[in-house]
């Protein structure tokens, strides 16, 4: 596999554990069991795995948009439908969460990376669009 490809699952699984580090703490704001810095907590995630899979996501696209790939763009595809599925799945979690927990990271985070999720997509979806340039053949 070529670089490009590893770096597009890197991104995947970056995405995926965003997403599960999003519900694992709402759903734990829901009921805590102890106090906790939920604002925190939250910048943190988006600093180890969402900002990095964007970076990742854009790198593999610029390695493979000369060429297009299609396994490529899917892998980024669906790094975007899984961020947009997470984070639409965590706002309808917002109600049941304490009023004392409800800070601004809490209640725009999964706003914010819902509309981060849909330029993933059109950039996984332009991978599917790129076709191969056939060299020219030359006639001495």
Not at 18 to 26: G, R
Not at 98 to 115: C, D, G, H, N
């Amino acid at each position: 596999m070529a670089i490009e490809k590893w770096i597009a699952a890197a991104s995947l699984g970056l995405f995926v554990m965003f997403v599960a580090e999003i519900l694992t703490i709402f759903h734990y704001l829901i009921n805590p069991s102890q106090e906790i810095e939920p604002g925190t907590k939250i910048l943190e995630y988006i600093s180890i795995s969402v900002a990095p899979a964007v970076i990742l996501a854009g790198i593999s696209f610029l390695m493979s948009k000369r060429y297009g790939s299609k396994p490529i763009g899917t892998m980024i595809m669906i790094g975007g439908v899984v961020l947009l599925g997470g984070m639409y799945y965590a706002n309808t979690l917002l109600p049941q969460i304490s009023k004392s927990y409800l800070v601004t990271e809490v209640t725009l985070t999964p706003q914010i990376f819902m509309a981060v999720s849909i330029p993933v997509m059109i950039v996984g979806a332009i991978l599917f669009r790129i076709k191969k340039t056939r060299p020219k053949k030359e006639y001495f």
